[in-house]
T-cell receptor
Framework: AQSVSQHNHHVILSEAASLELGCNYS??????LFWYVQYPGQHLQLLLK??????LVKGIKGFEAEFIKSKFSFNLRKPSVQWSDTAEYFC????????FGAGTRLFVKA | GAGVSQSPRYKVAKRGQDVALRCDPISGHVSLFWYQQALGQGPEFLTY????????KSGLPSDRFFAERPEGSVSTLKIQRTQQEDSAVYLCASSLREAGGDYNEQFFGPGTRLTVL
């Protein structure tokens, strides 16, 4: 069965700290991978995506993610977070269908 | 419009009432998806349309849930005899190509928050 696991449900960081949010999936076939972000009061927006090619993908607002096929992982990173990054982040995997993780709530202290 | 729109944004229903939630996808998008997002959870797949054809309804939780997209554009999700456990945000998403294809990202609407009393 296809599944997605996000390791951290809540993360609190100070501004300028580095961020890494974990995402692991299980699926035996070819996958497309996504990170979505939901800012307070707004709808889900695509942050970045991996379809093929370079496993290190860069998205908007300085975010990047690395697809490690052997580990079935697609972790999200940002070297220096800002207060405006406070949001909920969802990892999603499209294999047979698109499955979302439970989300990670990030709070960045100013 | 420029994005996916949904209406109403908020709906309060008494238990046992029927509700209808509307989704206007991005013009020209072939695929349309409905998701249910419970509090503190990620979106969970309900059903998928390719144009007017409902190709996957495996995520619908019961036969009280029904979705249609009769002309391949606007879609309606109907919930009959609502129960308290139906309280959630219902998200609609559309994508340009068919769901089975690669390079196919979904664009989400703002959702309808349904509260069943």
């Amino acid at each position: 069965a296809q599944s997605v696991s996000q390791h951290n449900h809540h993360v609190i960081l100070s501004e300028a700290a580095s961020l890494e949010l974990g995402c692991n999936y299980s699926y035996g076939g070819t996958v497309n991978l996504f990170w979505y972000v939901q800012y307070p009061g707004q709808h889900l927006q695509l942050l970045l995506k991996y379809f093929s090619g370079d496993p290190l993908v860069k998205g908007i607002k300085g975010f990047e993610a690395e697809f490690i096929k052997s580990k079935f992982s697609f972790n999200l990173r940002k070297p220096s977070v800002q207060w405006s990054d406070t949001a909920e982040y969802f990892c999603a995997v499209k294999g047979f269908k698109t499955i979302f993780g439970a989300g990670t709530r990030l709070f960045v202290k100013a | 419009g420029a994005g996916v729109s949904q209406s109403p944004r908020y709906k309060v229903a008494k238990r046992g009432q029927d509700v209808a939630l509307r989704c206007d996808p991005i013009s020209g998008h072939v695929s349309l998806f409905w998701y249910q997002q419970a509090l503190g959870q990620g979106p969970e797949f309900l059903t998928y349309f390719q144009n007017e054809a409902q190709l996957d309804k495996s995520g619908l939780p019961s036969d009280r849930f029904f979705a249609e997209r009769p002309e391949g554009s606007v879609s309606t999700l109907k919930i009959q005899r609502t129960q308290q456990e139906d309280s959630a945000v219902y998200l609609c998403a559309s994508s340009l190509r068919e769901a089975g294809g690669d390079y196919n990202e979904q664009f989400f609407g703002p959702g309808t928050r349904l509260t069943v009393l």
